[in-house]
């Protein structure tokens, strides 16, 4: 049977016409619901995966079969014949679909570099830095080039892009793209509503309004807005935070690009377009470009590179339990102004910008010592984006340093200096960013020197940490900060 008329399996995570090899291809599409009883995840994000799949089957009709049943294997029963399916982005569901004899399983689809040309590249490497990987994707992708040069001699404006945000509170930019929800979200409420009374579901977080693209008209309506609206201010301010302005210049389209609604080398061409034209700036075109071909692209591949041991890497020694606040988003129990916020916006919306996700969530848990495994699996529970291959090299690589410097060079750790200058956080709350001791001393603050402290030995072999842990010598009340940091505990801050 030709490949293009094998019934093609798509995962609710493969749902753009790039995962089918011609537009009339059969289609199986299984709503498993045993996958919501597995995690506590967040209200929001079985709304957008549940919404995401039944608008594909209402979109193919009776191109496609679409299952409900509780498990996979119970709708592949249903099924008679040969079904192929594109490498599913899990381990556990990569070892599920290839343990099937009645399932051929194809390479993987939805991402810029293929595995194979990844791991050729490994191969010419010292260490897989990602400048190196993301200037090979531009050359292979013929991306913001001129000839065999970077357009404007310039790879790289991330030092550009680093600008405080502006004193008014918010951007001024148009607001995003988003949905007007239909009968589908309609049915998939009741349906969340009904399994959770019933018993068979738990989320966290709360209900509201779809804010993310589900099928593929919306989403190609959000990237074109994106791209003719935010884009020109998306590079100097992606690394701020405001309070008043959580999407800030950000595009907002990880949620249907992760559910495979939109490829990213269009959202990269898109963009390049915007810079040839002259309608958007090459800072902010190349560091929105970067995040596709080069960080988006290379967690994919060193979540399958490092094999599965790497989830469970610890390389500080952090085995603190994540604390019920957190794990039930209960941002009314926050003082911290940073934090209380920003945990609302999560369990608001489900989604907050990256840099929120590092510098505060992120930057708290390790300055507190949690678990990483946790931490990872906290994030993919509780994101709308969240999944395990996004999370697994984020956080225990990124964000915890719990891979001893594979993917980062260093911790991202900071104290509220840092989140003062780069946000409007600080100037109502009640710890100053200053101050390590106290009532108004800055958890953020003392959090940042008792990691250093806890860590010293850990990190003193790393040159970039050489200055911040020789600071540790004139802090005169380093006892004092340590012991108010022991006595805040897993307390809410």
């Given at each position: ?16 016409p790039h995962f089918l090899d011609s537009e009339d291809q059969p289609v199986l599409l299984i709503e498993a619901r045993a996958v919501f009883g597995r995690r506590r995840f967040h209200r929001l994000k079985a ?368 104290g509220g200096a840092y989140i003062n200058r780069m946000s409007d956080y600080c100037g109502d709350c009640r710890y100053k960013p200053t101050r390590r001791v106290g009532d108004d001393g800055c958890p953020f ?49």
């Open positions: 049977m030709p490949q293009s008329a094998e019934r093609r399996w798509c995962f609710a995570d493969q749902l753009g709304h957008l995966v549940l919404s995401a799949l039944r608008h594909r089957a209402a979109e193919l009709g009776e191109q496609a079969i679409f299952l409900q049943t509780h498990t996979y294997r119970e709708g592949l029963e249903q099924v008679s014949g040969r079904v192929s399916v594109c490498q599913p982005t899990s381990r556990v569901a990569d070892n599920f679909v290839r343990s099937l004899p009645s399932v051929d399983v194809l390479p993987a689809r939805g991402f810029a570099t293929d595995r194979e040309t990844f791991e050729r590249w490994t191969q010419s490497q010292r260490g897989l830095l990602l400048e190196q990987f993301y200037r090979d994707a531009r050359r292979r992708f013929d991306l913001l080039m001129d000839g065999k040069e970077p357009t404007e001699n310039r790879w790289n404006f991330d030092a550009e892009n680093r600008e405080p945000p502006p004193k008014a509170g918010r951007l001024n930019v148009v607001g995003p793209w988003l949905p007007d929800e239909d009968e589908i979200d309609e049915q998939v409420r009741a349906d969340l509503d009904k399994w959770e009374r019933d018993g068979d579901v738990s989320f966290v977080g709360r209900d509201g309004p779809r804010e993310f693209a589900v099928n593929r008209a919306e989403s190609q309506r959000a990237l074109e807005h994106f791209i003719e609206y935010r884009l020109t201010q998306f590079g100097p301010t992606e690394d701020a935070m405001l309070a008043g302005d959580r999407w800030m210049s950000h595009s907002g389209l990880s949620a249907p690009m992760n559910l495979g609604l939109l490829d990213p080398l269009e959202c990269a061409y898109a963009a390049e377009d915007a810079y040839r034209k002259g309608s958007a700036p090459l800072a902010s075109v190349e560091g929105y470009v970067r995040q596709l071909i080069g960080w988006r692209d290379y967690i994919w591949h060193t979540y399958w590179h490092h094999g599965d041991e790497y989830r469970n890497r610890n390389a500080l020694a952090a085995h603190q339990p994540l604390p019920q606040w957190f794990t039930e988003l209960d941002a009314d129990a926050l003082e911290a102004r940073c934090l209380k916020d920003v945990l609302a916006q999560v369990r608001d919306h489900g989604w907050v910008h990256h840099i929120p996700r590092l510098m505060v969530l992120s930057n708290y848990a390790l300055q507190r010592g949690w678990q990483p495994a946790a931490v990872t699996d906290w994030f993919h529970r509780s994101f709308v984006d969240g999944y395990d291959w996004v999370m697994v090299g984020n956080v225990v690589g990124m964000s915890q340093h719990a891979d001893g410097g594979l993917i980062a060079t260093k911790p991202y750790a900071s603050t003392g959090g940042y020197w008792t990691f250093l402290a806890r860590n010293h030995d850990r990190l003193k072999g790393n040159h970039r940490m050489s200055q911040p842990l020789a600071g540790l010598t004139r802090l005169s009340n380093l006892d004092e900060v340590i012991a108010q940091q022991q006595e805040l505990g897993d307390g809410p801050p």
